[in-house]
Structure formats: structure tokens, C-alpha cells
């Protein structure tokens, strides 16, 4: 089973400044997927950003980058220019590819972003 | 399209009720599947489906039942409420084979009293 964990339950940070989430898995697979999940609010779950576990390069998405390192399995967020607008619950989350083409994610606990004006 | 739609958004039942949730999509997807939001713990899968006729259990999936007679909807049911039930509940879609993006329900937030 995989597993999933996120050990800042909370952070600030300033607007226009960056800040770093943390994220490490645990798995004793060599196909999957991550990801990074925001959900404002309004409730709403919102991808922000994903990685496939057999590219090196980091995956990026305009102000959203992160830092895919397999070996350590480890998976950092990092939000560039903070916008108030991005305070939300962050959520990484993991999934196996499956032959079958399901789709079951595994979760960390969240962490709350607040970015301050 | 419509995306994926949940009802009711909110809903209050007592201890021994039942009651199901609704889910439904607009995008042909096979895959869907029902996860429940706790604070602190993220989000737990409790059922899925890969296609019509075909479900199975999560890793939450005590208390609950489902079906999937169609391609469209996928309802929850909760066959005797119990508080430890109180959540927000969510469910997703996504089409099999085609990438690992799943679309997410705005959610609904029961409380059992």
C-alpha cells in the first residue's frame, strides 16, 4: 500500500513571495503518477500540477513548479509570486498506473496555505 | 457539459437513517469513484467502479454501498447513518486509458447527528 505524507499542516507566506510545500510517498512501485491538488473554499478539488514518476524533468505550470525527487521520494510544490488568491488546502497525492486504466489516488493530509497582503 | 454533478450539496440525518448521495457525469467516463474528506486526513477512497455492473471497495468502505447500473451515475447509499459518518463526500470521474486526471464534484457535506 502507499503512502502519502504532508508534515506542514500549516504555512504563510507574503504575496509576490515564493513558498515551498512539502511531500514524500512511500511505494514499492516504479509507474505512477503525483500530484498537487488545491481546494480553495469553495471545496473544490483543482489540479494544480502532475508528475509522471519516469520523467526527470520537473513539471512546471506557469507560478507552479515542483521538485521530483524519486529516489528520495520526496515532492515539493513550489508557488512562485504568491497571490492572494492561491490561499488554499494544498493536497499531494499519489497514483499507481494500473494496466487497467483506473484511477484510485492515494492522499496526504493537507496542508493550509495562507498568503498574506 | 455539466462535468460531474453531486446532490444534495448538504444534508443533516440522524443516527439510523439512510439516505443516498447522487452522482452523476456527462463526459462517457468508465472510471468513478466516491472518496470522503475528514479533517486532517485528506481524502479516503471508499468505492469505485471501472464501468457499468462493476464495483469495488476502497480503502473506507464499511457503511456503504453502491451500484453502477449506468455509465452516467454512481450513487452512494448509506444504508444506517452514524455519526462517524459525518464528512464531506466526493466524487470523481475520469475516462480509462486516456491519462490519470480525474474531475472532481463540488461535494457534499453530510452531518449525522
Known amino acids: 500500500a502507499q503512502t502519502v505524507t504532508q508534515s506542514q499542516p500549516e504555512m504563510s507566506v507574503q504575496e509576490a513571495e515564493t513558498v515551498t510545500l512539502s511531500c514524500t510517498y512511500d511505494t514499492s512501485e516504479n509507474n505512477y503518477y503525483l500530484f498537487w491538488y488545491k481546494q480553495p473554499p469553495s471545496r473544490q478539488m483543482i489540479l494544480v500540477i502532475r508528475?509522471?514518476?519516469?520523467?526527470?524533468q520537473n513539471a512546471t505550470e506557469n507560478r507552479f513548479s515542483v521538485n521530483f525527487q524519486k529516489a528520495a521520494k520526496s515532492f515539493s510544490l513550489k508557488i512562485s509570486d504568491s497571490q492572494l488568491g492561491d490561499t488554499a488546502m494544498y493536497f499531494c497525492?499519489?497514483?499507481?498506473?494500473?494496466?487497467?486504466?483506473?484511477?484510485?489516488?492515494?492522499f496526504g493530509e493537507g496542508t493550509q496555505l495562507t498568503v498574506n497582503p | 457539459n455539466a462535468g460531474v454533478t453531486q446532490t444534495p450539496k448538504f444534508q443533516v440525518l440522524k443516527t439510523g437513517q439512510s439516505m443516498t448521495l447522487q452522482c452523476a457525469q456527462d463526459m462517457n467516463h468508465e472510471y468513478m469513484s466516491w472518496y470522503r474528506q475528514d479533517p486532517g486526513m485528506g481524502l479516503r477512497l471508499i468505492h469505485y467502479s471501472v464501468g457499468a455492473g462493476i464495483t469495488d471497495q476502497g480503502e473506507v468502505p464499511n457503511g456503504y454501498n453502491v451500484s453502477r447500473s449506468t455509465t452516467e451515475d454512481f450513487p452512494l447509499r448509506l444504508l444506517s447513518a452514524a455519526p462517524s459518518q459525518t464528512s464531506v463526500y466526493f466524487c470523481?470521474?475520469?475516462?480509462?486509458?486516456?491519462?490519470?486526471?480525474?474531475?472532481f464534484g463540488p461535494g457534499t457535506r453530510l452531518t449525522v447527528t
Open positions: 508528475q509522471e514518476a519516469y520523467k526527470q
Open positions: 470523481a470521474s475520469s475516462p480509462t486509458g486516456q491519462g490519470p486526471e480525474q474531475y
Open positions: 497525492a499519489f497514483m499507481k498506473h494500473e494496466g487497467w486504466g483506473g484511477s484510485r489516488l492515494t
